[in-house]
């Protein structure tokens, strides 16, 4: 059988390399490359941490590649540092070089390549904001018949957002920060034909990080993947922590998991409110994660990370 051909787009937080991770224990998938988008994180260790990462599960072939589009709303640094603390991990510092290959060209160029040499459509799976995919599509707009779907953490649906008022003044709270680091960019993917499953807020909401999952991950940190997804949970534990982006990468693994509903949508790009998924009546269609078994969900994924690596 034929793998469904995938490329990642992550944004360095810690879940991204988590979902990352979980990615490539999938054996149905073939990951063509991983594009680092510049939000939450400092750009260069999480491109590192991303080589590294491949490096130790055996993905020296899958290429990296720096995006450096901007968005509009910065992440808070608190949010982005973790990318220094994760590129510094011991397990993932054993060797004095890096061979996973970081590409020449900029990630939004390495993704309209990826998907223009792609023998057929493509599964963008996207952990971060949506710019880097709004800029390939305007510089080269033939790449949407090449997109199968996109499948995105993003957004907030019938839920409050987590872009809190404390930390950014003069919104009203209900956007989700991968589409506030830049809602026009957003929206620009709104206005397209694509295929989008959503997994908003209103699902990871309801599926947190707890004590009890880190201490089943720990027990079989024998394995290498377990140990290091651990030690991130480890960094985060402390926060009110949810399973964003390995939630929605785990559809690709295991969708018989999720229930889908479709919303019509629009994105709000302006005023109080920037950021915010909206739900409107006869607005863009997208099918957002419902409903998840979520003991079946951690079960997935200490299955997945119980296994050994190459390398």
């Known amino acids: 059988m034929a793998k469904q051909l995938v490329l990642m787009d992550h ?9 990352t991770m979980l990615l490539m224990t999938m ?10 988008t510049p939000a939450d994180c400092y750009v260069q260790p999480a ?3 991303t080589r590294k990462i491949l490096d130790l599960m055996g993905g020296t072939h899958i290429p990296v590649a720096e995006s450096t589009v901007r968005g509009i709303n910065p992440f808070p640094y608190l949010y982005r540092r973790d990318s220094f603390v994760v ?10 070089r890096i061979i996973t290959p970081l590409v020449a060209e900029p990630g939004q160029d390495f993704m309209v390549k990826v998907l223009q040499q792609a023998p057929e459509p493509v599964t963008l799976m996207v952990t971060g904001p949506l710019t880097t995919i709004a800029t390939a599509l305007d510089k080269a707009p033939d790449i949407e018949a090449k997109i199968q779907k996109i499948v995105w953490m993003g957004g907030a649906l019938n839920v409050p ?6 930390w950014e003044p003069g919104q009203d709270g209900s956007a989700e920060w991968n589409v506030y680091w830049d809602p026009v960019s957003a929206a620009r993917v709104w206005q397209t034909q694509i295929e989008i499953i959503m997994c908003p807020l209103d699902l ?12 089943k991950i720990a027990q079989q940190r024998h394995y290498p993947i377990s140990d290091l997804a651990g030690q991130c949970y480890a960094l985060v534990i402390p926060q009110d922590y949810y399973f964003w982006d390995v939630l929605a990468t785990a559809y690709l693994g295991r969708p018989e998991l999720y229930q889908l509903r479709e919303w019509e949508t629009e994105i709000v790009t302006s005023g109080l409110s920037q950021g915010r998924t909206k739900i409107v ?14 003991e079946a969900f951690y079960a997935y994924i200490l299955q997945q990370w119980a296994r050994f690596v190459n390398g």
């Open 204 to 215: 990871t909401n309801n599926v947190p990080v707890t004590s009890e999952i880190v201490r």
């Open 87 to 96: 590129d510094h991990l011991p397990i993932l510092n054993q060797s004095d």
């Open 281 to 294: 009546s006869g607005g863009r269609k997208i099918y957002a994660m419902d409903k998840v078994d979520k």
């Open 161 to 166: 957002g987590n872009v809190e008022k404390n």
């Open 27 to 36: 054996d149905h998938i073939q990951l063509l490359g991983v594009v680092v």
């Open 11 to 19: 944004d360095g937080g810690v879940d991204d390399y988590l979902a």
């Open 47 to 49: 491109v590192s941490a």
